[in-house]
C-alpha cells in the first residue's frame, strides 16, 4: 500500500470517529435502555412493599422497560439504603426512602452506611401513612382509653413489639404522652411482631396502616386506635389515640430516592413519570386502599423534610435514653 493511500484510509476513519463517538453517547444517554432496579428495604407483606410493585409496574409501563423489585431488609430499613448507594449512579437502582431510614437513623444507628442527605438523589415523595395498635381479638380491652388503663393497672407488664423507627416512636410517645410503663421490643420486621401477638408473646404492635387492615378485616388482629391526629376515612369506627391523648401524632412518609450523583436529566424525567402515575385518580383510590395519602414532593422538597424532622428523632433518642447501635 502506497503512502498516499494510507494517509486518505487514515483522515476517512478520522472523520468517522466522531459520528461513531456521537453515536455511542447517545446510546448510553438514552434512558432507560434496560431494566431499572427498585430496592425495598423491608420485607415483602408490608405496605412499603406493595407501594413499591404497584409504582414499578406503573413505572415499567412509563418508561417501556422492566422495573425489577428487590427486597433487601434489616435494621429499620438501613441495610436496603446502604446498599442502594454503593450502586452505579445513573438511573438503574433505585430505592424506597423514608423518615425511618433517613430522618430517625442517624439518631438510631451509629454506622449507617450513608449519610441520608449527601448520599442520595431524592426524586420524589410517594405517600404517608399512619399506624394502628393492634391486640389480639380477645384482649381485655375494647377500646383505646380501656387499653390504657389496663397499662396504667399493670406497669411494666404491658409488651409491645416494634419492627421499626416508626412503631418504635409509637411506642415512645405512648409511653410519654400516656404517662404509662410499657415495655417496647425490638423485632427486625413488623411481620414478627403480629406473629408474637397473635401467639400472646406480646401484648400488642403498632402497624402501619396497610398491614394493619389486613389483619383488622381478617380478624387476626384487633385494631383499637390510629396515630393519625383526626380519624382515618378509610376505618372511621376506629378512634385516634389523640382523642384519648392530646397532641398524641404520628405519621409515616415514603419516597422514591436515588444514589447520589445520579444525572439530573435522569431523576428529572423520573419525577415527571412519578407525578403521572400519582395523579391518577384511579391511583390516589389504589393507594387510599392501603390507609395512605398521596403526597407529592419534589426532590428537594423531601431533602428539606428530612432536615426538618430530624431533630424531632434527635430528641425522641434523647428522651428515650436511645445508645445508638
Same mark, same amino acid.
Given at each position: 500500500?502506497?503512502?498516499?493511500?494510507?494517509?486518505?484510509?487514515?483522515?476517512?476513519?478520522? /472523520?468517522?470517529?466522531?459520528?461513531? +463517538?456521537?453515536?455511542?453517547?447517545? !446510546?448510553?444517554?438514552?434512558?432507560?435502555?434496560?431494566?431499572?432496579?427498585?430496592?425495598?428495604?423491608?420485607?415483602?407483606?408490608?405496605?412499603?412493599?406493595?407501594?413499591?410493585?404497584?409504582?414499578?409496574?406503573?413505572?415499567?409501563?412509563?418508561?417501556?422497560?422492566?422495573?425489577?423489585?428487590?427486597?433487601?431488609?434489616?435494621?429499620?430499613?438501613?441495610?436496603?439504603? !446502604?446498599?442502594?448507594?454503593?450502586?452505579?449512579?445513573? %438511573?438503574?437502582?433505585?430505592?424506597?426512602?423514608?423518615?425511618?431510614?433517613?430522618?430517625?437513623?442517624?439518631?438510631?444507628?451509629?454506622? /449507617? %452506611?450513608?449519610?441520608?442527605?449527601? =448520599?442520595?438523589?431524592?426524586?420524589? #415523595?410517594?405517600?404517608?401513612?399512619?399506624?394502628?395498635?393492634?391486640?389480639?381479638?380477645?384482649?381485655?380491652?375494647?377500646?383505646?382509653?380501656?387499653?390504657?388503663?389496663?397499662?396504667?393497672?399493670?406497669?411494666?407488664? *404491658?409488651?409491645?413489639?416494634?419492627?421499626?423507627? =416508626?412503631?418504635? +416512636?409509637?411506642?415512645?410517645? /405512648?409511653?410519654?404522652?400516656?404517662?404509662?410503663?410499657?415495655?417496647?421490643?425490638?423485632?427486625?420486621?413488623? %411481620?414478627?411482631?403480629?406473629?408474637?401477638?397473635?401467639?400472646?408473646?406480646?401484648? !400488642?404492635?403498632?402497624? $402501619?396502616?396497610?398491614?394493619?387492615?389486613?389483619?383488622?378485616?381478617?380478624?387476626? +388482629?384487633?385494631?383499637?386506635?390510629?396515630?393519625?391526629?383526626?380519624?382515618?376515612?378509610?376505618?372511621?369506627?376506629?378512634?385516634?389515640? #389523640?382523642?384519648?391523648?392530646?397532641?398524641?401524632?404520628?405519621?409515616?412518609?415514603?419516597?422514591?430516592?436515588?444514589?447520589?450523583?445520579?444525572?439530573?436529566?435522569?431523576?428529572?424525567?423520573?419525577?415527571?413519570?412519578?407525578?403521572?402515575?400519582?395523579?391518577?385518580?384511579?391511583?390516589?383510590?389504589?393507594?387510599?386502599?392501603?390507609?395512605? $395519602?398521596?403526597?407529592?414532593?419534589?426532590?428537594?422538597?423531601?431533602?428539606? *423534610?428530612?432536615?426538618?424532622?430530624?431533630?424531632?428523632?434527635?430528641?425522641?433518642?434523647?428522651?428515650?435514653?436511645?445508645?445508638?447501635?
Amino acid at each position: 500500500m502506497n503512502i498516499s493511500k494510507r494517509i486518505f484510509i487514515r483522515y476517512s476513519l478520522s /472523520l468517522a470517529a466522531p459520528t461513531a +463517538l456521537v453515536e455511542y453517547a447517545s !446510546a448510553q444517554t438514552s434512558y432507560p435502555n434496560k431494566p431499572i432496579h427498585l430496592i425495598v428495604p423491608f420485607a415483602p407483606g408490608q405496605v412499603t412493599d406493595w407501594l413499591a410493585r404497584f409504582i414499578g409496574e406503573q413505572m415499567a409501563s412509563e418508561l417501556k422497560q422492566p422495573v425489577l423489585v428487590e427486597n433487601k431488609a434489616g435494621l429499620n430499613g438501613t441495610i436496603g439504603n !446502604a446498599y442502594a448507594v454503593t450502586q452505579p449512579a445513573d %438511573g438503574y437502582t433505585l430505592v424506597i426512602t423514608s423518615n425511618g431510614t433517613h430522618a430517625a437513623a442517624p439518631s438510631l444507628f451509629k454506622k /449507617l %452506611g450513608y449519610d441520608p442527605i449527601k =448520599s442520595f438523589t431524592q426524586i420524589g #415523595s410517594l405517600m404517608s401513612l399512619p399506624w394502628m395498635l393492634m391486640v389480639k381479638p380477645d384482649f381485655p380491652a375494647k377500646n383505646f382509653e380501656e387499653f390504657l388503663s389496663y397499662a396504667r393497672a399493670n406497669p411494666g407488664k *404491658l409488651n409491645i413489639g416494634y419492627g421499626s423507627s =416508626s412503631s418504635q +416512636l409509637c411506642i415512645h410517645l /405512648l409511653r410519654t404522652l400516656g404517662k404509662v410503663d410499657i415495655l417496647s421490643i425490638p423485632y427486625k420486621g413488623l %411481620g414478627q411482631t403480629v406473629v408474637d401477638v397473635r401467639a400472646g408473646l406480646l401484648q !400488642a404492635t403498632f402497624l $402501619d396502616m396497610g398491614s394493619a387492615m389486613a389483619q383488622h378485616t381478617q380478624g387476626g +388482629l384487633r385494631g383499637i386506635a390510629v396515630t393519625s391526629p383526626s380519624r382515618s376515612s378509610i376505618i372511621p369506627t376506629v378512634p385516634a389515640i #389523640s382523642e384519648t391523648l392530646p397532641g398524641y401524632a404520628m405519621t409515616s412518609w415514603l419516597a422514591l430516592g436515588a444514589p447520589s450523583g445520579t444525572p439530573s436529566s435522569v431523576t428529572s424525567q423520573l419525577y415527571t413519570v412519578l407525578s403521572k402515575i400519582l395523579s391518577k385518580p384511579e391511583n390516589k383510590q389504589k393507594i387510599a386502599a392501603y390507609g395512605g $395519602d398521596v403526597v407529592m414532593l419534589n426532590g428537594d422538597q423531601v431533602t428539606a *423534610l428530612i432536615q426538618s424532622e430530624s431533630p424531632m428523632w434527635a430528641k425522641f433518642a434523647r428522651e428515650s435514653g436511645i445508645q445508638p447501635e
